[in-house]
């Protein structure tokens, strides 16, 4: 089974267990163990539901609804509130729109962790790895600007030894990000910039946040209203580099 008949199936998957016994769910499911994409799909699709079913329990029920069933009849309202068919169809639109207006605004990552670990995952979706070639760091700032990307930052001293190839623009969840292209030796690294990221839990000033995600193993930390997402550069190396007598130099 392949991710996208997973997602089929997944897409009317019902909570509580109904499912479980399913073997073709049972598969769906171990494939959204296997894909991380379909994975984190899977998960605001259950958030969604769970929000939409706590949303449709707010509707106060008609006080008259039973009495409106047996009789079989129209309870007389002005206009749009002429039944409580039209009541409570007009609380479920409204639940509806609440709870779906809520998922959507929330659907970005609100997790630092989060954010990085889609933004690297982004940097690797296949497309050609420069949008801009150069190596000098000014002309990189001034195409950026020309994206109307963010290009008012500085490489790191840590970095200063280290070969600047180009750069592209990486997308995640309708932020743009410039990740730039660094070589030491052989070793290929990737610098992403981010301003004034509005997400939780975020590097601190003082000290880089070590994490790996996937097969890289990352370092971030933030300089005045930039957050920087450093790959590629082991630990050990990283260390090296940016801490001197005992204190983190990270800045630029």
Partial sequence: MNSEEAKRLLEV???????L??????EALKQSERDPALGRWFDEQR??????VEG??????PSDLQEAILAGRKVVRPRLWQSWRSRVAMAASVAFLAVAGG???????DQFADFRAELIEQAWDGKAHFDFESSDVKEIQKWLASENVVADFS??????GTRLLGCRI??????RVPMLCLADGHKHMHLFVLEDAQLAQLPS???????????????SWQQGDKTYVLTGMKYLAFVNKFRKGGRWTMSG
Avoid: H, M, Y
């Fill in 205 to 219: 000033n003082d000290k880089p946040d070590f994490e790996k995600c996937g097969v890289w193993r990352t370092a």
């Fill in 21 to 26: 016994g399913d073997p073709r769910f049972l």
């Fill in 56 to 61: 449709l329990k707010t509707i106060p029920i």
């Fill in 155 to 160: 490489l790191p001293d840590g970095l200063s």
């Fill in 170 to 175: 990486v997308e995640t969840d309708g932020v």
């Fill in 13 to 19: 998957f019902r909570p509580g267990g109904a499912d």
């Fill in 103 to 109: 998922v959507l605004a929330t659907s970005k990552p």
């Fill in 47 to 52: 958030r969604f539901d769970g929000q939409f």
